[in-house]
């Protein structure tokens, strides 16, 4: 299994773990350089959010990751973690059907969860 498969079922299982809603992961190392996946999913408010921020971050850092960058703060309704092969986008509801990530990257594989 290639490293950035890996990391994105590292981070589903963070984020399951969490709670999170609506866990979605695009493959779009065909059509970008930014990254291999998109990891997407929704938080019911700040604490849950934050929650599953750190369960992506703490994971991930288990197995030698970590983050480029991390967008937002403890109180955002989005936060952006860059791990270079993959972002993980952790939305408010709100959010997240504001920013619609899934409609903007058509271009890109849906993957299962379940298949990572």
Known sequence: MDISRE???TACQALNGKKAEEVRVIDISEISPLADY???ATGTNSNQIQAMV???EEELGKQGHTAKQ???TRNSSWILMDYKDIIVHIFSK???LFYDL?????DGKKVET???
Do not use: P, S, Y
């Open 94 to 96: 709100e959010d997240r």
């Open 102 to 106: 899934e409609r903007i990257w058509t």
């Open 7 to 9: 990391m994105a079922k």
């Open 114 to 116: 379940e298949d990572l």
């Open 70 to 72: 991390i967008e937002g």
């Open 54 to 56: 750190d369960a992506v």
């Open 38 to 40: 998109f990891v997407i």
